[in-house]
């Protein structure tokens, strides 16, 4: 069974250190008016940086193995917070947006179809307490 280990170590007033199995850190803090500094990233946001992270790994190893070329690929990912504590997303919107002159429409929705349906765990995640909503974009070069 996989297993993941983090630890996390407070800096100073607000801010943590987080480490990561690949060997990389990254600070997470809040606002000034939160009593931060706003020097790193806010844990709630970093989630849905993770969900973008994970389907678009998984995207960019099919598209490769389908040879389906992009020039650009980015995500757009926004999140609707509960009104009351403990405040979580209920609402999540992925936009998926590709750019290129070839783009084989097909063979995209099917790599962004896999990731969402079958391959993102961070995907499968949000799905518990979340309504995650997903449009992909075409741009044409």
Known sequence: MAQHTVTTTWKEKMAFETDNPLGHSVVIDTTE?????????????????????????????????????VDDFKMIVKGELTEEHPKYYHTVWVDYHFTGSELKEDKIEKAVNLSVEKYCGVM????KFADVKIDIHFHKK
């Not at 939160?34 to 678009?56: E, F, I, T």
């Not at 499968?124 to 799905?127: D, H, Q, W």
């Open 33 to 69: 008016e939160n009593g931060g500094d706003a020097s790193g990233l806010a844990p709630k946001a970093m989630m849905l940086s993770s969900l973008a992270g994970c389907s678009g790994l998984d995207i960019v190893a099919l598209l490769k193995k389908m040879r389906a070329e």
């Open 124 to 127: 499968e995640m949000f799905k």
